[in-house]
């Protein structure tokens, strides 16, 4: 190490204290010579890093990126009030029915809200991105290349019987989330080798692979039961016994299928803490479910609940109005929309041997008239996606730059034909709903992959067979917009049959990937993980409960896979996430429908939130209960 060299650590990893810092810097000017130093100086700069159990130094946050935004002394975050009154009760809705209080069960469907009852080790901020601190760990424990976490527990945590929380209970929530719901999961679970139990309250997560700082926010957000809860109970039993946890509320009423609601608890261990202050102000919160969402907009419209978060377009611009609205019992906010909105549309399952010919999926995009449905569905407010990553730097732009080239070049004889060369855009229509040149791209793809016409329909030229495939929905909202795209299939001879099942069938369906066509989305992270393997890579093809809906089995999508899940720093993931995109879109897996601009909020006046809420999230935790001033309130309020 040369002279006035700075000590470099992963950037998720906390600087030395001050004072070790001054030492550190004094010790590097003294500058003396000789090998025998160079080896002292590297001694203490370890000593630096790790303490005494050979661990690196605790940390009161984590960090993917970066340094946090609050500082260990911190007392609140900075977009919640801490001063919010504790009061009332919070009327929140949801659509369907529960049968189960088990959040981890695959079988079943557990109650809304139920992670209210449960802590977590860490707490994501809502105002910073993958920055957690501690609430169940009261230290957090990592080296520099991220091949662990150790978490302290906090010495005050308790359940809600008084019991301490202990090393044991974490031990426990990761085996029953393996035993009952590590399917769904596998791409995650894998990467963690073990959990053990350490001296002094105690708990390590060793991974199985290095530099991928999503792993700590992960098993950060692993809800903790108390194992000596469960020890006489069947845990892979679904019912509606309410169990016990650590977190802000308990269960305190149920009718089965039609409500829950919780109570806050007045001796919960962590209400003062500064990840909680200002959050959790409700006496009360009730969840209503509903049969649908027509009828749950009515009741909405009745007062019967105190909030919704509305994705519609068409429902903000035509269902959100009458006496409620025109007195201001109800405010309306329209929000800027900052979140990186991902993938959304029609997807062709490749495992059909209809959707294994990229030509063919390029065919059923050039069919579909996105510009008429819009205008037709939407009001004109939806701007088209065109990527997984849309609405984010990660997104590829239409050619690559050279960094982005170099990488996918390195792929060689696996690289498809045409990726660098042929810039990245979707069809674009005059929205009068008639699309003849789309139709005509794709009658002409449909010839060169041996589909043609006979008698009116499309069949294969050697075998015969005709081309119809059957669309899986469970949402008459989906039938109503397919229904034009099936009557533009039919005047190129294809027959696309909507097929409509119910949510039990039909999320069955989608675990064995038993579907030809569907609607699915995919969220896009601002710092990508392990969710790319779940919903891109090879291995999880053939697996149920995984999100590869696509059935993509790609060589260069694996392999880039595995490079950003090696990435140090999101900064160095860009290029390589730029070109997983460019390989998903080159393969035409999905026909992209739109994302709003936009994003909608109609809240009963008593509902008060902070003057400025959390830029990356809803922030429903920092609302509170508070009186009903309708003469100084506005009919509607905008935020950008």
């Not at 996105?370 to 065109?386: L, P, S, V």
């Not at 080239?405 to 034909?417: K, M, N, Q, T, V």
Request: charged content about 25%.
């Amino acid at each position: 190490m040369m002279q006035g060299q700075a000590l470099r650590l992963p950037a998720c990893v906390a600087a030395p204290p001050a004072g070790a810092c001054i030492l550190l810097v004094c010790f590097v000017r003294i500058g003396c010579p000789g090998m025998c130093v160079q080896r002292i100086f590297l001694f203490f700069c370890l000593f630096l890093i790790m303490n005494s159990h050979g661990e690196a130094l605790a940390l009161h946050a984590f960090s993917a990126d970066g340094e946090p935004l609050y500082a260990s002394d911190f007392t609140h975050f900075s977009y919640v009030n801490p001063h919010a009154p504790k009061g009332g009760e919070l009327r929140c809705h949801t659509i369907g029915t529960f049968d189960s209080f088990n959040p981890l069960l695959l079988k079943g469907r557990p109650a809304e809200g139920i992670h209210l009852i449960y802590d977590t080790l860490l707490v994501e901020s809502e105002d910073e991105r993958d920055v957690a601190y501690g609430l169940l760990a009261s230290e957090i424990h990592v080296p520099p290349d991220l091949s662990h976490v150790i978490f302290q527990l906090h010495p005050e945590a308790r359940f809600a019987d008084g019991s301490p929380v202990r090393g044991e209970d974490v031990v426990f929530s990761w085996e029953m989330l393996q035993a009952h719901f590590g399917s769904a999961l596998r791409r995650y679970s894998e990467a963690v080798a073990s959990v053990t139990v350490l001296s002094g309250n105690r708990v390590r997560f060793d991974f199985r692979e290095q530099q991928n700082p999503s792993l700590v926010l992960m098993v950060g957000r692993l809800q903790i039961l108390p194992a000596h809860y469960w020890e006489d109970k069947d845990f892979g039993r679904a019912d509606l016994t309410p169990p016990m946890g650590s977190g802000p509320y308990a269960v305190a009423e149920v009718e089965a299928g039609r409500r829950v609601v919780y109570a806050r608890r007045v001796d919960y261990w962590a209400a003062d803490h500064p990840v909680n202050r200002g959050r959790w102000n409700f006496d009360r919160i009730r969840y209503e479910y509903f049969r649908d969402d027509t009828v749950a907009m009515e009741a909405f419209r009745a007062g019967l609940y105190d909030f919704r978060f509305e994705s519609s377009v068409k429902n903000w611009a035509t269902r959100y109005e009458g006496p409620r609205f025109g007195d201001g019992r109800i405010l309306k906010k329209t929000l800027e929309n900052r979140d990186p909105s991902g993938m959304y549309g029609l997807v062709m399952n490749t495992r059909r041997p209809v959707f294994a010919d990229r030509r063919i999926r390029k065919a059923m995009l050039s069919a579909f008239d996105f510009e008429w449905a819009n205008r037709r569905f939407y009001y004109g407010e939806y701007e088209r996606t065109e990527s997984y990553f849309e609405n984010s730097d990660m997104k590829a732009p239409p050619l690559a730059d050279e960094g982005e080239a170099a990488i996918l070049r390195s792929f060689g004889d696996d690289l498809p034909e045409g990726v660098l060369e042929n810039p990245l855009s979707l069809p674009l229509t005059d929205g009068s709903g008639h699309n003849r040149e789309g139709l005509m791209e794709a009658d002409r793809l449909l010839r060169e992959a041996g589909w043609v016409v006979e008698g009116g329909r499309r069949v294969h030229g050697k075998t015969k067979q005709v081309f119809r495939f059957q669309f899986l929905t469970d949402s008459r909202r989906e039938e109503r917009m397919l229904l034009p795209f099936a009557r533009s299939l039919g005047r190129l001879g294809i027959e696309m049959r909507i097929h409509m099942v119910d949510g039990p069938q039909y999320t069955r369906r989608l675990r064995d990937c038993d579907f030809d066509m569907i609607v699915a989305g995919f969220g896009a992270a601002y710092r990508p993980g392990r969710e790319l393997a779940v919903a891109f890579h090879s291995a999880s093809r053939d697996r149920k409960d995984q999100r590869n809906f696509m059935g993509i089995a790609d060589p260069v999508a694996d392999g880039l896979i595995e490079k950003i899940l090696s990435r140090e720093s999101r900064r160095e993931m860009i290029p390589y996430v730029r070109a997983l995109d460019r390989i998903l879109r080159h393969g035409h897996y999905v026909i992209p429908f739109g994302a709003g601009k936009r994003r909608y909020l109609a809240r009963a006046v008593h509902i008060q939130s902070p003057e400025t809420p959390p830029p990356w999230g809803r922030g429903v935790s920092t609302w509170w209960y508070g009186e009903e001033d309708r003469a100084a309130a506005p009919a509607s309020e905008g935020e950008s």
